[in-house]
């Protein structure tokens, strides 16, 4: 139990480290123990009846914010329901202009820069512009000391896993570590740096004190 405590103390220091980081960054930023009380700051932010899409991620669904959500008061749109890529294309423009959208982060430095890959960049591209708000859920485990530490996180820590729960065949999803490939189903198209917020507190960040997602 101490070992937990001391665990707990640990990520409330460095989770208030990055908040204050994300300060300079115009960066909104929470730090919450557990799941549920994570759950529950996500629900305080975003009000009855907005909009909401959201990002492939393994986080959202651990919390159980996509169960909370889809069984809520909110507008859902879900691309999970588009059949062709003419459908996928007008979920995407509607969630271009959603209220929110959700998604979790590879890795989160301690100055508060967030780090991002993508295949093809759907996901990167709208926490860079377009939904009202970005919010953000993410375990401590993904917390890096620098951008350098979190690319190699984002490629051999994240990725390999997802590649094998999306059954995409990757050279990293046999070997266990990125191998720089050309795959046509490589899932490292874009990598994406978030130093600075354009609009303040566009994006949100709810920190857990837990190790959740890849």
Known sequence: MEKLLLKQKHYE???????K???????????CPDRISAVQKALELMPKGASIGW?????LIETGLM?????????????????????QRKVYGEICCSDFFLMSTNAITLDGEL????????RVAFLCY?????????GMNKVVTDIESGLKRACNIAAPPNAIRLNRKT?????????D???SECMCGQFVVTRRSGIPNRIKVILIGEELGY
């Open 13 to 19: 220091n460095i989770a208030n480290t990055i908040i």
């Open 21 to 31: 980081n994300f300060s300079k960054r115009q960066i909104e930023g929470y730090y």
């Open 55 to 59: 990002g492939g991620s393994m986080t």
């Open 67 to 87: 169960e909370v959500i889809q069984n809520g008061d909110y507008k859902i749109i879900n691309r999970d329901i588009a059949t062709n890529l003419e459908e």
């Open 115 to 122: 780090i991002n890959i993508d295949g093809r960049g759907n």
């Open 130 to 138: 377009g939904p009202q708000n970005v919010l953000i859920l993410t």
């Open 171 to 179: 050279p990293c999803a046999i070997t266990g570590k990125c191998e």
């Open 181 to 183: 490939c050309y795959s």
